[in-house]
């Protein structure tokens, strides 16, 4: 039982430059959120996403689309990053919506 | 709106200290709140949560009691260790069905030998 895992760990990219973010859970959840983390501030969640084939807009969402075909995966894109996406982005997941959340590790991206 | 506002770090403790985190709200509805701690290099644990006024949480000798009188939820343990060291954040959850949490900034805590 793995938990929530995140793909990649760390990634740098050019401004402009496009990628996606993988997030798996196997523990059956129905909820799955993307935040982002910067310094001095808390975690602002991006997207989140109901049960399977849905996706809702967060606190944050400009400049990231998501996904979430298969119940176990959420997918964070990034069409065109910029600098002001340099963050580290964390993973969550919960079974419902009175139950806690659990976070992954988290994926360092850099925007150069 | 909802908000979370936390005490600003970082703190630095001698080991077996007392150790208090202030934080305090504002929220529409019944939020539920939780303290979520990060150690070095990993994703938010739960560390405690209260779901309604007067409970109390508690784990690993931390605890918090939601208190709807002051809008507040302070994280308090009677004696730290080294291994406490991270960066513990107050969150909120709105009563809404989506479960959205909503952070405090994070406050770090290095406990020293």
């Known amino acids: 039982n793995a938990g929530v895992t995140q793909t990649p760990k760390f990634r740098v990219l050019k401004t402009g430059q496009s990628m996606t973010l993988l997030c798996a859970q196997d523990?059956?959840?129905?909820?799955m959120y993307w935040y982002r983390q910067d310094p001095g501030m808390g975690l602002r969640l991006i997207h989140y996403?109901?049960?399977?084939?849905?996706?809702a807009k967060g606190e944050v969402p400009d400049g990231y689309n998501v996904s979430r075909l298969k119940k176990q995966n959420f997918l964070l894109g990034l069409e065109s990053a910029a600098p002001s996406q340099t963050s580290v982005y964390f993973c969550?997941?919960?079974?419902?919506?009175?139950?806690?959340?659990?976070f992954g590790p988290g994926t360092r991206l850099t925007v150069l | 709106g909802n908000s979370v506002t936390q005490m600003e770090g970082p703190v630095t403790l001698s080991e077996e200290a007392f150790l208090t985190i202030n934080c305090t709200y504002t929220a529409t509805g019944y939020p539920s709140l939780f303290w979520y701690v990060q150690y070095p290099g990993e994703g938010l644990q739960l560390l405690l949560k209260a779901t309604k006024a007067d409970d109390k949480g508690s784990n690993k000798g931390f605890e918090a009691t939601y208190r709807k009188e002051t809008t507040s939820f302070h994280l308090e343990k009677g004696s730290v260790q080294v291994s406490d060291s991270a960066v513990y954040f107050c969150a909120l959850s709105d009563s809404t069905g989506a479960n959205n949490l909503f952070f405090g900034t994070g406050t770090r805590l290095t406990v020293i030998p």
């Open positions: 969550a997941s919960s079974y419902s919506w009175a139950d806690t959340q659990y």
């Open positions: 523990m059956n959840h129905e909820y």
């Open positions: 996403s109901v049960g399977e084939g849905t996706t």
